[in-house]
């Protein structure tokens, strides 16, 4: 099969360490299908799939692959059903054959969630036949019977329709100004084992200014079709999230001023929820491994500092702790897991209760000039903290990136046991950087002088039948909700060897860690964007608009 150029491109990586082969899916856009591949990249099925309700060409919810049924849901080309039901193929990877159709509601637009565990699938049907894609949401006479939203649960171990969930009435009659026209929204988030599915519905002036009518949180569980609870988030909502352990719904939004978030806590069993008010803008959240308080970085303009609140689930009663920077992120990193707290300038261990490390890892210099000392035995970053990763035990490797996001060539290796920069390695000489900067140069002022050419062939349908493949991979282990895993870094299990790719030069390079230093550099082809072992440990998935993929024994390509 002919894949052509590909002219956006979306990566994304299911788990399905349980299969003894591994598997690929492709997203091919002409004809609109996914492509079933093997370890070698051969296509062995093609399925159609929908073209509706894509943005930009780009749509990763078109199908969705269940690690517990090791079957793969693709939903298929509505065709102007105009109120007849949609249609999901079930295929099985391993032949390429649809074994079943599953029926499910009506509608232009259908959306696929499965569950962590790969039990439940939902699939959100609805918009009438005259709709088209519109991110800023759907007039509700799109939204009439038999195209108002629904959601089917499917069992992936039956492949039945077990439920059917309503979500638009019961948001509808809390809207105030029923009667005139407003634009309807809703976004789906559902717990590990597919228990409850939580559905965040709101309404806007349908105007050119979005002006918030109502916005309201309802949770589904069980087999009726009405909510079993709603939450009335208190103001906008900046982001929610569920525990680890299913039992909350943690919702983060906006209060009566700027300087005040409101933290609404949901127990999903009874329905009960407790708000905490955070006084200051928040930054970012996380919760502990045991899932009993939520960590949230709040900034406190007035003061000008930041600080970190630790919220009790069971309570909602908060703690503070000083920060002496705006962190940059929360990780966990090591052996253990530890949650660790990073800004520029240093990085702290943070406990399951809330408890700062004493002692810090300096990645650059001190402010303060009673650091003296440990200043002159340190080795710094003279960069920004990027992708870090653990290496294995109490060791992790981070990528030294610029103020705008951009990689310096450079990685750092990190002791989390003796809370030190053990040694930064590069991975590309200053020869090598003059010269991708010249080049990158010369091709922004060429990009420049063909700018008003490319924008006429654009709008003359320049880009007609630039189509290509979005690459799924099976083999791997599963990735937080919050986004991808090793975009650019990547480690071999016993941490031995750790590789990391440059999309400047189109390489991987491997580096010994132990010794600290470059042994290798692997070319790669130049779509590569994504690096990611196999769950098995052999291979080094290298994915892009090509599959190639890395032995990890030799290191040596082998495709």
Not at 69 to 77: A, K
């Amino acid at each position: 099969m002919k894949i052509i150029r590909p002219f956006f491109r979306i990566v994304v990586m299911l788990c399905v360490c349980q299969l003894a082969f591994p598997q690929t899916f492709a997203i091919q856009d002409k004809p609109r299908a996914v492509v079933v591949m093997d370890d070698t990249g051969k296509a062995i099925a093609s399925i159609p799939a929908d073209t509706a309700y894509q943005f930009s060409g780009l749509d990763y919810q078109s199908f969705a692959f269940s690690q517990f049924s090791h079957m793969l849901y693709v939903r298929n080309p509505d065709e102007k059903s105009k109120g007849s039901p949609r249609i999901l193929s079930v295929v099985n990877p391993a032949t390429g054959h649809v074994d079943r159709e599953i029926t499910v509601g009506a509608g232009k637009y259908a959306r696929l969630l499965m569950s962590k565990d790969g039990r439940r699938l939902f699939c959100y049907t609805g918009i009438s036949e005259m709709g088209y894609l519109l991110p800023w949401g759907a007039p509700t006479h799109w939204l009439r019977p038999p195209f108002d939203p629904k959601i089917s649960v499917i069992d992936t171990g039956s492949n039945k329709v077990i439920a059917i969930y309503e979500p638009f009435p019961a948001f509808r009659d809390a809207v105030p100004k029923k009667d005139e026209k407003w634009l309807f929204y809703s976004d789906l988030l559902t717990t590990a084992n597919g228990g409850h599915m939580i559905v965040l519905c709101w309404a806007d002036e349908d105007k050119r200014k979005p002006h918030l009518l109502a916005q309201r949180i309802n949770v589904f569980s069980g087999q009726s079709p009405s909510p079993a609870f709603a939450i009335d988030p208190g103001g906008p909502v900046r982001h929610w999230t569920i525990t680890e352990d299913g039992r909350f719904l943690v919702v983060e939004g906006e209060g009566p001023t700027q300087e005040v978030t409101i933290l609404s806590i949901a127990r999903l069993e009874t329905g009960a929820v407790k708000r905490a008010e955070l006084s200051g803008t928040l930054r970012m959240t996380a919760l502990s491994r045991d899932s009993q308080s939520v960590f949230v970085a709040v900034d406190k303009e007035k003061k000008g500092s930041t600080v970190l609140d630790i919220v009790d689930l069971e309570s909602g009663k908060v703690s503070e702790r000083p920060l002496i920077d705006r962190p940059a992120g929360f990780l966990r990193l090591g052996s253990q897991q530890a949650m660790w707290v990073i800004n520029n300038q240093e990085m702290r261990s943070l406990s399951e209760t809330g408890e700062l490390g004493d002692k810090p890892i300096l990645l650059n210099k001190p402010r303060k000039r009673e650091e003296q000392d440990r200043e002159a035995e340190s080795v710094f970053l003279d960069g920004y903290p990027g992708e870090t990763i653990s290496v294995a035990g109490d060791r992790a490797a981070m990528l030294i990136v610029g103020a705008n996001g951009a990689t310096r060539h450079r990685v750092a290796l990190l002791d989390l046991k003796q809370l030190q920069v053990d040694t930064i390695v590069r991975t590309m000489t200053a020869a090598e950087e003059n010269r991708i900067r010249a080049a990158n140069m010369s091709k922004f002022l060429l990009e420049s002088a063909l700018q008003g050419a490319v924008a006429r062939g654009l709008m003359a349908g320049a880009t007609h039948g630039m189509t290509g493949p979005y690459v799924y991979n099976l083999m791997l282990p599963a990735i937080p909700l919050a986004g991808f895993t090793n975009e650019m870094l990547a480690a071999r299990s016993d941490g031995k060897y750790l590789y990391a790719l440059d999309t400047d030069s189109h390489e991987v390079t491997v580096i010994d860690v132990s010794a600290g230093t470059v042994l290798k550099r692997i070319p790669v082809d130049h779509s590569i964007a994504l690096l990611q072992p196999t769950a098995d440990g052999k291979h080094l998935l290298c994915l892009g608009k090509q599959f190639q993929r890395i032995n990890l024994d030799s290191n040596n390509l082998e495709n």
